[in-house]
């Protein structure tokens, strides 16, 4: 894995500052700030790099089993819903491309324009509805999973009735 580019262009720029460090008494200020803002990004980097590599952020001796469960939950977390907006970005983007073509649709002939919105309208309902749907049937724990158990409830695993009395003859009891 390279470097992504800002992290190179960072470099370049601290060595500018570094020949220009001699001749200007501001720049030191400016390159602490600077270097604070690298080690930052960097801890950042290596933080999301840990995100997408789990497995190998978990070989790690120094955390303890209950730290690299919580680790590896937060990321299943995070993945969830990263996808979970990426699929609600898409449904608002479908969206605002059907209003654009109904915007469009109004410079057409008055005898075609109530066709078209119709036809437009109802198809784009139906998608909308379609991927809405989508969203609310997927796994509340893995969102590449589906749940179709949201209306089904199970019954019982055994009948418990008061009126299945189960009455053993041996047992006999004289008042």
């Not at 060595?15 to 801890?43: C, V």
């Not at 999973?145 to 418990?160: G, T």
Request: charged residues 25%; contains cysteine; glycine residues 4%.
């Amino acid at each position: 894995m390279g470097d992504p580019s800002y992290i190179t262009e960072m470099n370049k720029l601290i060595g500018q500052l570094n020949e220009f460090k001699m001749y200007n008494p501001h720049t030191d200020e400016i390159y602490s700030n600077i270097m604070k803002d690298f080690r930052n990004t960097t801890k950042d980097l290596r933080l999301s790099r840990g995100l997408d590599d789990v497995d190998a952020l978990l070989t790690l001796s120094e955390l303890s089993d209950k730290e690299k469960r919580e680790r590896k939950r937060q990321n299943e977390i995070n993945q969830y819903y990263q996808k979970r907006y990426q699929r609600q970005i898409v449904v608002l983007q479908k969206i605002v491309v059907f209003f654009c073509l109904a915007i469009l649709g109004t410079l057409l002939p008055d005898g075609i324009r109530p066709l078209y919105l119709g036809v437009l309208f109802a198809g784009g309902f139906i998608m909308l509805f379609y991927d809405l749907w989508d969203i609310f049937l997927r796994d509340s724990r893995d969102f590449d999973q589906y749940n179709f158990n949201l209306f089904y409830n199970k019954p019982p695993s055994q009948e418990n009735s008061y009126l299945n009395i189960d009455v053993d003859l041996k047992d006999t009891k004289y008042c």
